[in-house]
């Protein structure tokens, strides 16, 4: 039971690139989310699905779409990378949005040149 | 901002003291969750209060919750060095609508 695991680790992106971040759960949640935390700050929700087939946007969608691959996977695409997009990624899940506890993957370390 | 905002920002306490850290937030919620983060790690849930309860308790730790003032505290007894990590709060807003909004978070450093 690995919970939640995100691809890559790390990453070095130039201005303009494109790169698509991964998320897997095994623990048959309903609902994902794609976060992104700037030194010293909390968590903004970037997009969320609430169930298998819906994704919506949260506080910061801007620069990204998603893509709710099936139950287990969701992935947060960057079409063309900007500076200001340099942050860690979080990916979590929850059972049942959020009157659950959101359980979250490792973190995946980008920098936009 | 309906953001949850913690308070301090940073505390630095002797191990085997106790720790305390606040939340405050501006709306109605479903339920507020405390989370803790270690450095360069991801969220690790520690404890979730929904709004028609007062207090919970979960092992060292004690979460109150006052929704007449809208705030929440986190009480860490018995610190230990392995408490050294930011904490969050985060709120399950009535009007949010399945998403949880995460404070700034508060830094405590465990000295032993």
């Known amino acids: 039971n690995a919970g939640v695991t995100q691809t890559p680790k790390f990453q070095v992106l130039k201005t303009g690139q494109s790169m698509t971040l991964q998320c897997a759960q095994d623990?048959?949640?309903?609902?994902m989310y794609w976060y992104r935390q700037d030194p010293g700050m909390g968590l903004r929700l970037i997009y969320y699905?609430?169930?298998?087939?819906?994704?919506d946007k949260g506080e910061v969608p801007n620069g990204y779409n998603v893509s709710r691959l099936n139950k287990r996977e969701f992935s947060l695409r960057l079409e063309s990378a900007a500076p200001s997009q340099t942050s860690v990624y979080f990916c979590?899940?929850?059972?049942?949005?959020?009157?659950?506890?959101?359980?979250f993957g490792p973190g995946t370390r980008l920098t936009v040149l | 901002s309906q953001q949850g905002e913690e308070d301090p920002q940073a505390l630095s306490i002797q191990e085997g003291e106790n720790a305390t850290m606040n939340c405050s937030y501006k709306?109605?919620?479903?339920?507020l969750q405390w989370y803790r983060q270690n450095s360069g790690r991801g969220l690790v849930h520690l404890i979730l209060?929904?709004?028609?309860?007062r207090e919970k308790h979960s092992g060292r730790l004690r979460v109150t919750l006052d929704t007449s003032k809208k705030s929440s505290s986190l009480l860490i007894t018995a610190s230990r060095a392995a408490d050294t990590a930011s904490y969050f709060c985060?709120?399950?807003?009535?009007?949010?609508?399945?998403?949880?909004?995460f404070g700034g978070g508060t830094r405590v450093l465990v000295k032993p």
């Open positions: 699905s609430a169930s298998e087939g819906t994704t």
């Open positions: 623990m048959n949640h309903n609902s």
């Open positions: 979590a899940s929850s059972y049942l949005s959020s009157y659950n506890e959101q359980f």
């Open positions: 209060i929904r709004s028609n309860e």
């Open positions: 985060a709120t399950d807003f009535k009007a949010a609508g399945n998403k949880l909004t």
């Open positions: 709306t109605s919620i479903n339920n």
